[in-house]
């Protein structure tokens, strides 16, 4: 049975000749429209470019990178890499494109953006089932649809978008703050504790007077990622002030904000620290932990400088940095299925950055994942979900399960697997057995999901197969640990000397 996917079957089975729409050609777009085609179906994509602009993308290209030219590693012990290899499995038109417009860059995937979207374009535009159409879309489609319309829908699609959820459940932009490892944590510092003596659901980090002082002065004189792009300009809620702006208000907001100590005691002392800083657990294993009210724009080098000054977190590991920017993204726990459809429409299947996933290769996936189950929806089937020793399985596991409360987009990291059943303490060791597992754990849940790979062209060649031109799956690099250049982007994995 598939993971945790529930019952939802979809409309008796369709017509293969009956045209499915994809809303988006961009990176999710790209990726649902040509699973679909090459399972079969008639493909109608519609993108908005160049009738209607966005604030970032400059071409009228489907799959315009807006931002670093890098897909990051390709290292299976890395989750980046893992959940490449899962994707390369079912075909991806991403990675096949980036191996024709490869440029060096170390261990990482890095690409000519311009080679890399024309490769994609070509994929789409050239196959024999798509459609490609110019037009913005301003309302959701009544038929079979995957919309994919990314981080910078068009509002007059989020409109409609927000309606169909009930007036609310689309944000904005991410106020995103950092989320670390819990085996990483000092834990003769770090204590468990509530306030006034409520449950211990949180880690406390305290701090001296003189800790403090050393910290503020960090964050006050700390770089700021700098943007380019206007969406870059939006007005903070109070609420979520980045930590960078409370600081500049006064030395002491952050110690009347989400670093106040009242209501805890440091069990070392006895007494109550002079200000703290509060983790609040991701997941349900508690292997992530979030530093509560810590959104942050500050440059990624600069956020491993200063926040590992806060005591206990001397040797953290970020699963994920802070940034804050403009993101359009639903607010998946509350509103979507597990297989990411409206609830009464298991046949209107969300992707892309617009579902909560963090990233250009996160985005891609999800859309893969979109189409097989768009397709297997209209053939009566049930949707299927890797499991969650995998990448993309866990990655979908954390977006339904995640705290609708506090959701927030996510990358691929290994806090979100299943921790493996042997703890090993070498961490470069771990992630290769954690690497290793995931592919191992794909490709059975492909074969007893009955789900095929490289799907509908049987030669490498074929106009629009995923590989086409592509020179087949390079040999992944050994290492793939560059500092990441999207603020979203997990930390290097330190590898063992
Ligand atoms: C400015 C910016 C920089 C980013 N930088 C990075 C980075 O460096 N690294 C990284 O990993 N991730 C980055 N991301 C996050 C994310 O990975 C990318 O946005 C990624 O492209 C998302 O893929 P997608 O397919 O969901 O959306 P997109 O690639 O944005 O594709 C969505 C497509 O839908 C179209 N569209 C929108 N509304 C409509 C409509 N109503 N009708 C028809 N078409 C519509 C758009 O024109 C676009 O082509 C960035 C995001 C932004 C906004």
């Not at 459940?169 to 409520?198: K, N």
């Not at 809620?237 to 100590?261: D, H, N, Q, S, Y």
Request: aromatic share 6%; with cysteine.
């Amino acid at each position: 049975m598939a993971e945790a996917v529930g019952a939802s079957r979809g409309p008796a089975a369709g017509r293969p000749s009956e045209p499915v729409t994809v809303v988006g050609g961009g990176l999710a777009g790209c990726e649902a429209a040509l699973q679909l085609a090459h399972r079969g179906r008639e493909v109608r994509l519609v993108e908005m470019r160049p009738v209607q602009g966005t604030p970032a993308h400059q071409t009228e290209g489907l799959g315009e990178l807006v931002c670093t030219n890098s897909f990051k590693s390709e290292d299976t012990s890395n989750a980046h890499g893992a959940l490449k290899v899962e994707m390369e499995l079912l075909g991806s038109v991403l990675l096949a494109s980036a191996r024709v417009a490869r440029v060096p860059a170390g261990a990482a995937l890095a690409v000519d953006r311009a080679i890399f979207s024309r490769a994609m374009t070509e994929a789409v535009e050239t196959h024999p089932r798509i459609q490609v159409v110019r037009e913005e879309v301003t309302r959701l489609p009544d038929g079979p649809a995957v919309i994919a319309t990314g981080p910078l829908t068009s509002d007059a699609l989020s409109t409609s978008i927000r309606e169909a959820l009930g007036g609310e459940g689309l944000a904005f932009f991410d106020a995103i703050a950092p989320i670390v490892e819990r085996e990483s944590l000092d834990e003769s510092v770090v204590f468990a504790q509530g306030r006034w003596g409520q449950d211990a659901d949180y880690l406390n980090c305290p701090m001296s007077e003189e800790e403090y002082d050393g910290f503020i002065d960090a964050l006050a004189s700390a770089d700021v990622h700098q943007s380019h792009y206007d969406w870059d300009a939006v007005p903070y809620f109070e609420g979520c002030l980045p930590i960078e702006v409370m600081v500049a208000r006064g030395r002491e907001t952050l110690r009347f904000g989400p670093m106040k100590p009242i209501g805890l005691q440091d069990p070392r002392t006895g007494e109550r620290p002079h200000a703290v800083v509060q983790l609040r657990r991701e997941d349900r294993a508690g292997q992530m932990w979030n530093l509560v009210g810590f959104q942050t724009r500050l440059r990624i080098g600069e956020q491993k400088r200063v926040f590992r000054m806060i005591p206990g977190l001397a040797d953290a590991e970020f699963l994920r940095f802070g940034s804050i920017h403009r993101n359009s993204y639903l607010n998946f726990p509350a509103h979507l299925t597990a297989h990411g459809s409206l609830r009464d429409r298991p046949d209107l299947i969300f992707a892309g950055q617009l579902t909560g996933v963090e990233g250009y290769t996160e985005s891609a996936a999800s859309g893969i994942l979109a189409g097989l189950n768009l397709h297997r929806i209209l053939d009566g089937l049930d949707p299927v979900l890797p499991p969650p020793t995998t990448m993309l399985g866990a990655l979908y596991r954390y977006m339904r399960e995640a705290d609708p409360e506090h959701f927030q987009p996510m990358n691929s990291n290994w806090g979100l697997v299943d921790p493996l059943q042997k703890r090993i303490r070498n961490k470069r060791e771990k992630r290769e057995r954690l690497g290793e597992r995931a592919g191992r754990d794909f490709r059975a849940w492909m074969e007893r999901e009955g789900v095929t790979g490289r799907v509908g062209a049987s030669e490498p060649g074929e106009p629009g197969a995923p590989w086409s031109g592509a020179g087949g799956a390079a040999a992944p690099s050994p290492r793939g640990d560059q500092e990441p250049e999207h603020p979203h982007a997990p930390a290097p994995v330190p590898t063992a000397p």
